[in-house]
T-cell receptor, first 112, second 112 residues
Framework: QQPVQSPQAVILREGEDAVINCSSSKALYSVHWYRQKHGEAPVFLMILLKGGEQKGHEKISASFNEKKQQSSLYLTASQLSYSGTYFCGTERTYNQGGKLIFGQGTELSVKP | NAGVTQTPKFQVLKTGQSMTLQCAQDMNHNSMYWYRQDPGMGLRLIYYSASEGTTDKGEVPNGYNVSRLNKREFSLRLESAAPSQTSVYFC???????????FGSGTRLTVV
């Protein structure tokens, strides 16, 4: 029941855009996105709720397609600081607290 | 302003040894979690505690026990370590009614 992320890895030049997808075979209540820099803890980016709107955080935004049970993370005009591994975490029902099912991660490298 | 503090940061154990990973949070969060992170597997929930005095199993609880000592502290115990428990362990916490989680900096455990 682990969500599937794609691609597994992506390499960008500064200023390029990227899309990371997270797909589930089960109906979801919410999708969370976290970023983890090498050797550090994952850090919360944003949450997409069922029935909610697209969210944004500076040049990073995300959407949640309920029909497809898929969330996409959009990184525009990438910066060196965007490098890291991005994880989606999913909740199937409301009020599961932090009991998330995480995808396997997408490693993003931004080069000068 | 520490957030979630884990000790130790690194540990090497021999097969069959026992140890306890310590975790404390100073954000007055109700819920606490233990995740493990393995390459290509993302983060998997071992145990969680919705509130002081309660604990419950996550996805991969076998070989582990937990104690919610008080609201601040949540420890993870390996009674008889196995090489399959070599991993990075993250403690995390969340506030009641909020599902995003704050992670600690992790404990890198190697079982030889």
């Amino acid at each position: 029941q682990q969500p599937v992320q794609s691609p597994q890895a992506v390499i960008l030049r500064e200023g390029e855009d990227a899309v990371i997808n997270c797909s589930s075979s089960k109906a979801l209540y919410s999708v969370h996105w976290y970023r983890q820099k090498h050797g550090e803890a994952p850090v919360f980016l944003m949450i997409l709720l069922k029935g909610g709107e697209q969210k944004g955080h500076e040049k990073i935004s995300a959407s949640f397609n309920e029909k497809k049970q898929q969330s996409s993370l959009y990184l525009t005009a990438s910066q060196l600081s965007y490098s890291g591994t991005y994880f989606c975490g999913t909740e199937r029902t409301y009020n599961q607290g932090g009991k998330l099912i995480f995808g396997q991660g997408t490693e993003l490298s931004v080069k000068p | 302003n520490a957030g979630v503090t884990q000790t130790p940061k690194f540990q090497v154990l021999k097969t069959g040894q026992s140890m306890t990973l310590q975790c404390a949070q100073d954000m007055n969060h109700n819920s606490m979690y233990w995740y493990r992170q393995d390459p290509g597997m993302g983060l998997r929930l071992i145990y969680y505690s919705a509130s002081e005095g309660t604990t419950d199993k996550g996805e991969v609880p076998n070989g582990y026990n937990v104690s919610r000592l008080n609201k601040r502290e949540f420890s993870l115990r390996l009674e008889s370590a196995a090489p399959s428990q070599t991993s990075v362990y993250f403690c995390a916490s969340s506030q009641q009614g909020q599902s995003w989680i704050t992670f600690g900096s992790g404990t890198r455990l190697t079982v030889v």
